[in-house]
T-cell receptor
Framework: DAGVTQSPTHLIKTRGQQVTLRCSPK?????VSWYQQALGQGPQFIFQ???????QRGNFPDRFSGHQFPNYSSELNVNALLLGDSALYLC??????????????FGDGTRLSIL | KNQVEQSPQSLIILEGKNCTLQ??????????LRWYKQDTGRGPVSLTI?????NTKSNGRYTATLDADTKQSSLHITASQLSDSASYIC???????????FGTGTRLQVFP
């Protein structure tokens, strides 16, 4: 039973470029959340997808957008990259119909470096 | 001001020793409080989840406590091992938005 998988593991981009990160949720999970984790900081919530729609959004600009596919996998897109976008991007999955006290399962993230 | 604050920021202990990590939060009410372990370069892994009505929850050598009156939680690690070296993150779930609010973590290093 595969857990949450993210790709790529590492990525290097330059300022102004666009990037797409991918996430496959844990088997049986239907909700995907994305987080940005700067070095030495805790994860910051970007947004959450359920039933192919953005359900909630954190305090991130419109340059950050996402998508969820019918198979529950998800993409995070970031446009017009800034140096400050350098971070570890984490994807977490959960089951919407489950107990709210169940843990979210995290992938190992994509390390994005902006030059 | 962060809604979830952790202390200390970093901690160094010798293998076999015990340690306690602290978490103070202002999120109220909350659905649950979680402790995660995050190894370097990996995603967080859940250690414990407590609802507001629970006082303590154990997972092997990890024991979390919760005092909802003082809005404090602690994570106690018994007989530390080298593999315990990681960041430990306290997370509070907002019941209205269902969002997880993360602390900045405590970086624990266990030396032989």
């Amino acid at each position: 039973d595969a857990g949450v998988t993210q790709s790529p593991t590492h990525l290097i981009k330059t300022r102004g470029q666009q990037v797409t990160l991918r996430c496959s949720p844990k088997s049986g999970h239907d909700t995907v959340s994305w987080y940005q984790q700067a070095l030495g900081q805790g994860p910051q919530f970007i947004f959450q997808y359920y039933e192919e729609e953005e359900r909630q959004r954190g305090n991130f600009p419109d340059r950050f957008s996402g998508h969820q596919f019918p198979n529950y996998s998800s993409e995070l897109n970031v446009n017009a990259l800034l140096l400050g976008d350098s971070a570890l991007y984490l994807c977490a999955s959960s089951f919407q119909g489950g107990d709210s006290n169940q843990p979210q399962h995290f992938g190992d993230g994509t390390r994005l470096s902006i030059l | 001001k962060n809604q979830v604050e952790q202390s200390p920021q970093s901690l160094i202990i010798l293998e076999g020793k015990n340690c306690t990590l602290q978490c103070n939060y202002t999120v109220s009410p909350f659905s649950n409080l979680r402790w995660y372990k995050q190894d370097t370069g990996r995603g967080p892994v859940s250690l414990t989840i407590m609802t507001f009505s629970e006082n303590t929850k154990s997972n092997g050598r990890y024991t979390a406590t919760l005092d909802a009156d003082t809005k404090q939680s602690s994570l106690h690690i018994t007989a530390s091992q080298l593999s315990d070296s990681a960041s430990y993150i306290c997370v509070v779930s907002d019941p209205y938005s269902d969002k997880l609010i993360f602390g900045t973590g405590t970086r624990l290093q266990v030396f032989p």
